[in-house]
């Protein structure tokens, strides 16, 4: 393990908050992009072909083909500051494009810093992976909260759960009265939910799933289940979406997914509150 042993960060300069941060960065730009591409998956898929047919620019976002294989720690921090750089000089983003470069420099660089920073970096510490984990979702649920309505008030109903609102009929009363106390329980998950959640991948980052699929689904993968990582790439001319999805059948392990896998899970799933 000398290879990874390289990378880990010494107890006393772990800034548990700067690479929440930093992560948070990443994810808020990665996410707001990607929705805002969202609106016209035809015209961002033939952007990011656009792109990445460009010799200058990998169509991968994997560290290995950036920066190649087993790099030193120094030359993972000098792609991860010119990747800051590039992402706060397209920042606003003034056009498509800009949004395109900056959601693959964002994803790029996310997967890098969770690689080097987080997995193998704090990899000795585990206390302090469950903190960074824990603040990082603090960070994205409030930007989802706030400021997620501000930039996209059309669809932040829909993502907070809250039903439009409507005028009931007169003397409309409830069947059921309301039970005095009750639990939170699992949310169901609609076609149109699936449908939103494949179109903005981001959106599913931070919840937790229960996988459940009919004794007639042939499918080993039932339980708990989150996406760890989302991202795109150009494979034979083809855009290929693939998800990074954490499976408690399989001990917590990540496993890639196409579109095709994550919409079968989310077919048979509940949102875990």
Not at 44 to 60: H, T
Not at 117 to 144: F, M, P
Not at 212 to 219: A, G, V
Request: include cysteine; proline fraction near 9%.
């Amino acid at each position: 393990m000398a290879s990874v042993e390289k990378y880990i960060i010494p107890r006393a300069q772990v800034d548990v908050e700067a690479m929440a941060q930093q992560i948070f960065l990443y994810l808020r730009v990665h996410g707001e992009d990607t929705e805002f591409l969202s609106y016209d998956p035809a015209l961002r898929d033939a952007k990011v072909a656009e792109l990445y047919a460009n010799p200058s620019c990998k169509a991968s976002f994997w560290p290995d083909d950036i920066i190649g294989e087993d790099p030193s720690p120094e030359q993972v921090d000098v792609y991860l500051s010119q990747a800051n750089a590039a992402i706060e000089a397209l920042t606003p983003p003034k056009s498509i494009e800009d949004r395109v470069m900056r959601s693959h420099l964002a994803s790029t660089a996310l997967i890098m810093y969770q690689m080097y920073k987080c997995s193998y970096g704090l990899r000795d510490h585990y206390d302090l992976r469950s903190q960074l984990g824990e603040r990082v979702t603090v960070l994205n649920q409030a930007w989802i909260r706030n400021e997620y309505p501000r930039l996209f008030p059309d669809r932040a109903a829909k993502l907070c759960g809250i039903q439009a609102t409507s005028t009931p009929p007169p003397h409309q009363t409830p069947l059921i009265p309301p039970p005095t106390q009750h639990a939170a329980k699992p949310k169901a998950i609609t076609t149109p939910d699936i449908e939103e959640y494949l179109n903005s991948p981001h959106t599913l980052l931070g919840k937790h799933f229960k996988h459940w699929p009919p004794s007639s689904e042939h499918q080993d993968y039932k339980g708990g289940w989150t996406l760890d990582s989302y991202t795109v790439r150009v494979r034979e001319g083809v855009v290929d979406h693939e998800y990074q999805v954490l499976l408690e059948a399989c001990e917590g392990a990540t496993i890639p997914m196409d579109r095709a896998d994550v919409e079968f899970l989310l077919r048979y799933s509940t949102i875990e509150p």
